[in-house]
């Protein structure tokens, strides 16, 4: 008998909501660590030792250590949503995002997490291949609605194509989040506020 991903022991496992709460612990661990000790790399094994657990305990509620590892990811980008000014959560919002950026680059390493990752999962092959893939197209969306609507309240442009904004927008974010990561003691590199001045240009607020 052929077994779904649901069938799966950690999807089992996390279908409680104690092995949820577990989970969920986890998870948290996980983010404090990497937010104390930056990221590595950290191989599962260190990971556990850090949580002070074993390996096989982890394993009990995440497939992988990728399937971790994405884990962190969303759960990273649920607690952006969770924490933002309820006025921006009506849809998806600019300001909403250079938030969620200035964010992630107070936490160097989940940028490095996210960036690594998604380096990694250029592979098709690899297991977050199709994780990485949805959560560009979803911000690409997201950031492209957001411009449409601005441009139906008149803060934007019609004349701007909103699909190459939100590339460049999130092609920006990225590029300036790695350049901080290469460079941390430089005072030069802000990425929120470059993507914020981005948005102002796109506003036409800026020359």
């Given amino acids: 008998m052929t077994t779904t991903s649901s069938d799966t022991a950690p999807a089992r496992a996390a279908a409680s909501a104690k092995g949820a709460a577990r989970r969920e612990k986890i998870l948290r661990g996980v983010i404090a660590i990497i937010g104390r000790d930056g990221y590595h790399q950290q191989s599962l094994r260190e990971l556990a030792k850090a949580l002070e657990m074993e390996a096989q305990h982890i394993l009990y509620y995440f497939a992988s250590r990728e399937d971790l590892l994405r884990s962190v ?7 952006s949503l969770a924490n933002a000014d309820p006025a921006a959560l009506a849809g998806p919002s600019l300001d909403l995002y250079v938030a969620a950026v200035r964010r992630s680059s107070a ?3 989940m940028s490095y997490l996210y960036l690594s990752f ?3 999962a250029v592979v098709p092959t690899h297991p977050g291949h199709h994780f990485i893939r949805a959560r560009q197209a979803r911000v690409r969306r997201d950031l492209a609605e957001a411009i449409r609507a601005e441009q139906a309240a008149g803060t934007i442009a019609p004349e701007i194509d909103p699909l190459r904004a939100a590339r460049q927008l ?3 974010s990225n590029g300036l989040q790695l350049q901080a990561l290469l ?4 005072a030069d590199c802000d990425p929120a506020a470059e993507v914020a001045a981005a948005v102002a240009r796109l506003r036409g607020a800026v020359p």
Avoid: T
Avoid at 73 to 79: A, G, I, R, S, Y
Avoid at 183 to 186: A, L, Q, T
């Fill in 183 to 186: 460079d941390p003691d430089g």
């Fill in 170 to 172: 999130s092609a920006l």
């Fill in 107 to 109: 936490a160097p390493g």
């Fill in 73 to 79: 990811m969303e759960l990273w980008d649920k607690d």
């Fill in 118 to 120: 998604a380096a990694d």
